[in-house]
């Protein structure tokens, strides 16, 4: 079994943009594993993320992730305030690190290692490739030029003036025989204050786990990061999905999200059969899976603002 399921946020995306989404989906599903996948999709201008992230208050790139991983070895981890071209990767390092740091052959210290860390407090310890890019080098003339244009106007508290589209959290999942991961990014909104952590930095928000009796629930969720940490809503959906049946899935969600503006993708696991489900209240909400060989990408968009959006497909 492969399985892998790519998002590119949950927002307001450009149309006019689309073959460059596709495609970029499509770039991202051929790869083997989900950090080569999230490098595909965080150095992309086209994703809030990593390079060509959206910018705060004071013009910075300050990205939000975490990860779940589940096989013989579970463990997960969330890293704030990143400035680094690749996330999902620099998160997994930093994790694989402290995992070193906190080792002790004998178990004889009791020190617990930590599962949430701010990057900015902890980025001198952890090895670094010298062809990182700096914090600067994150900023694409793109993003330089909405942030002079409009920095004014939202330090004079004229923030409805603003208008650029919304692309939000990526998020990825990779599912294979002997493990299940799950990892996401965000640069959150622009021109949020420093310091601000979305919901990609906050597990069982933007992404949840749960292994059950011959079940394994994923769930990845996008968009109102405030909603979605406020609901805990990845960790809602992979804690009640089990207890909702089938041909009432799209009446649960649309309660569940209905009054927010998100969207999620759901994957059900058992032992012969593999499902997704999607869906989203926001305009647009692109992504794409790939099982063994066989790919497919959803450019999805609603009919009307604010409608509920649902669908559902069979991996397995």
């Known amino acids: 079994m492969d399985i892998l399921v790519v998002h590119l946020g949950a927002g307001n995306h450009n149309p006019a943009s689309s073959v460059k989404y596709k495609n970029l989906?499509?770039?991202?599903?051929?790869?083997?594993?989900?950090?080569?996948?999230?490098?595909?999709?965080?150095?992309?201008?086209?994703?809030?993320?990593?390079?060509?992230?959206?910018?705060?208050?004071?013009?910075?790139?300050?990205?939000?992730?975490?990860?779940?991983?589940?096989?013989?070895?579970?463990?997960?981890?969330?890293?704030?305030?990143?400035?680094?071209?690749?996330?999902?990767?620099?998160?997994?390092?930093?994790?694989?690190?402290?995992?070193?740091?906190?080792?002790?052959?004998?178990?004889?210290?009791?020190?617990?290692?930590?599962?949430?860390?701010?990057?900015?407090?902890?980025?001198?310890?952890?090895?670094?490739?010298?062809?990182?890019?700096?914090?600067?080098q994150l900023v694409t003339k793109h993003q330089q030029r909405i942030y002079d244009l409009y920095k004014d106007v939202v330090l004079g508290g004229r923030v409805e003036e603003l208008k650029h589209e919304i692309t939000d959290t990526i998020g990825l999942i990779h599912i294979t025989e002997d493990k299940t991961t799950l990892a996401t990014s965000s640069g959150g909104n622009f021109f949020?204050?420093?310091?601000?952590?979305?919901?990609?930095?906050?597990?069982?928000?933007?992404?949840?786990?749960?292994?059950?009796?011959?079940?394994?629930?994923?769930?990845?969720?996008?968009?109102?990061?405030?909603?979605?940490?406020?609901?805990?809503?990845?960790?809602?959906?992979?804690?009640?999905?089990?207890?909702?049946?089938?041909d009432e899935y799209a009446l649960y969600f649309k309660r569940l999200i209905g009054s927010m503006y998100c969207g999620f993708i759901v994957t059900i696991k058992s032992n012969s059969t593999s499902h997704l489900l999607y869906g989203h209240t926001t305009e647009s909400f692109h992504f794409g899976f790939r099982v063994g060989e066989n790919t497919r990408v959803i450019l999805s968009h609603s009919e009307k603002q604010g409608d509920f959006t649902f669908g559902e497909y069979k991996l397995l």
């Open 25 to 136: 989906l499509k770039c991202a599903l051929k790869q083997e594993g989900i950090i080569e996948a999230s490098k595909i999709l965080e150095k992309s201008e086209l994703t809030n993320t990593g390079y060509g992230s959206s910018l705060n208050l004071l013009g910075n790139v300050e990205c939000d992730v975490s990860f779940i991983e589940s096989g013989k070895e579970s463990r997960m981890g969330s890293l704030i305030g990143v400035d680094c071209a690749y996330p999902i990767k620099k998160a997994l390092q930093t994790f694989d690190y402290i995992k070193e740091v906190y080792q002790c052959p004998d178990d004889t210290h009791d020190l617990t290692a930590p599962v949430m860390l701010n990057y900015q407090s902890v980025k001198g310890m952890i090895p670094r490739n010298q062809n990182e890019l700096s914090s600067k």
């Open 192 to 246: 949020k204050l420093p310091g601000r952590i979305g919901c990609a930095g906050v597990l069982g928000a933007a992404i949840d786990f749960k292994r059950f009796n011959n079940f394994e629930i994923s769930c990845m969720c996008s968009g109102n990061g405030e909603d979605i940490i406020r609901y805990k809503l990845a960790w809602e959906i992979v804690n009640n999905i089990s207890q909702v049946p089938e």
